[in-house]
Nanobody, 128 residues
Framework: LQLAESGGGLVEPGKSLRLSCRASGATLDHYDISWFRQAPGKERERVACISGNGGTTNWAESVKGRFAISRDNAERTVYLQMNNVTAEDAAKYFC??????????????????????WGQGNQVTVSS
């Protein structure tokens, strides 16, 4: 399984941006997918997750109500819709997958080191 993010770039504060995470080498149907982000000098933090069938999602408090996550398993793609972007959202965004289901009540506690597959990351810059 390989993951590749796209859709990042420059966005103005208050505007929207959609990131994509496309899988190759395997289908996505059975995999929970999480989004992470990492700003310079900061630790990687989790942003959101979605279960394999799309029925379960979880969010970091910092993005709840502003970001949306969805998936199209036929297209092998998971999306992160970022709305009302702020300067604090500027970071490199990664999608990741861990073989065991992770997008449940314990998602915030799943160690990042347990994720097996990562994309290369996609930069989001917030500036007016």
């Amino acid at each position: 399984l390989q993951l590749a993010e796209s859709g990042g770039g420059l966005v103005e504060p208050g505007k929207s941006l959609r990131l994509s995470c496309r899988a190759s080498g395997a289908t996505l149907d059975h995999y929970d997918i999480s989004w992470f982000r990492q700003a310079p000098g900061k630790e990687r933090e989790r942003v959101a997750c979605i279960s394999g069938n799309g029925g379960t999602t979880n969010w970091a408090e910092s993005v709840k109500g502003r970001f949306a996550i969805s998936r199209d398993n036929a297209e092998r793609t998971v999306y992160l819709q970022m709305n009302n972007v702020t300067a604090e959202d500027a970071a490199k965004y990664f999608c990741a997958e861990e073989m065991a289901p992770t997008c449940g009540p314990n998602w915030p506690k799943v160690p990042i080191r347990e994720y097996d597959y990562w994309g290369q990351g996609n930069q989001v810059t917030v500036s007016s």
